[in-house]
């Protein structure tokens, strides 16, 4: 059972433009929202994360928005680069007296930039 | 900065084998990680370590064990390895305050491939 899931496998944008990555997840619980960036031969690096008393995060060109009736979260990248091209996982979690420091990953999307 | 370091970016070995992988944090974080990142799949969870010589089995721990014996320190064993296990192994660790989540942070991957 996929909790978190980005349905698009892959995206491809021109240099300048505004790239959205989205995320989908089941489990009402998800009060803590991250996203990942991996280029090919490393490990993922964290990206930008919010909260869920939040409904946007701006962290320079990264922007996070969360919509937690539609439990959907999106990653914009305004202007992408060229090397913004990597895969872009968001990942779930849910903080209080249980909470192990688990994240749940999703499939991941491949984003291409094209110069 | 966060350290983690993963034994061996590139490993080949037969079926059979068994297979040592080990993943050193410089951070004294709490908690840390295996992961597996196979195409399409995403990063699943194998197995992950809250403390010293405690372990608690991810979504896909079947041919895998671990050991933690000491809080920097996370290997992951093979006993016998399978072609099934060729993938890309990621070790992570983070901080634990017992409530919430924070980003994990991720070694560069191991390219396992099982001949």
């Known amino acids: 059972d996929q909790q978190v899931k980005q349905n698009s496998p892959s995206l491809s944008v021109q240099e300048g433009r505004i790239s959205i990555l989205n995320c989908d997840y089941t489990?009402?619980?998800?009060?803590?929202f991250l996203w990942y960036k991996k280029y090919p031969a490393e490990g993922p690096t964290f990206l930008i994360s919010?909260?869920?008393?939040?409904d946007k995060n701006e962290d320079g060109r990264f922007t996070v928005f969360l919509n937690k009736s539609a439990k959907h979260l999106s990653l914009h990248i305004v202007p992408s680069q060229p090397g913004d091209s990597a895969v872009y996982f968001c990942?779930?979690?849910?903080?209080?007296?249980?909470?192990?420091?688990?994240?749940?990953f999703g499939q991941g999307t491949t984003l291409q930039v094209k110069p | 900065d966060v350290k983690v370091t993963q034994s061996s970016r590139y490993l080949v070995k037969r079926t059979g084998e068994k297979v040592f992988l080990e993943c050193v944090q410089d951070?004294?974080?709490?908690?840390m990680f295996w992961y597996r990142q196979d195409p399409g799949l995403g990063l699943r969870l194998i197995y992950f370590?809250?403390?010293?010589?405690?372990?608690e089995k991810g979504d896909i721990p079947e041919g895998y064990s671990v050991s933690r014996e000491k809080k920097e320190r996370f290997s992951l064993i093979l006993e016998s390895a399978s072609t099934n296990q060729t993938s890309m192994y990621l070790c992570?660790?983070?901080?634990?305050?017992?409530?919430?989540?924070?980003?994990?942070?991720f070694g560069p991957g191991t390219r396992l491939t099982v001949t």
């Open positions: 992570a660790s983070s901080i634990s305050t017992g409530w919430y989540s924070y980003e994990q942070y």
């Open positions: 489990n009402s619980m998800f009060d803590y």
């Open positions: 919010i909260s869920s008393i939040k």
């Open positions: 990942a779930a979690s849910e903080n209080g007296s249980s909470n192990t420091g688990k994240l749940i």
């Open positions: 951070m004294d974080h709490e908690n």
């Open positions: 370590s809250y403390d010293v010589k405690m372990k």
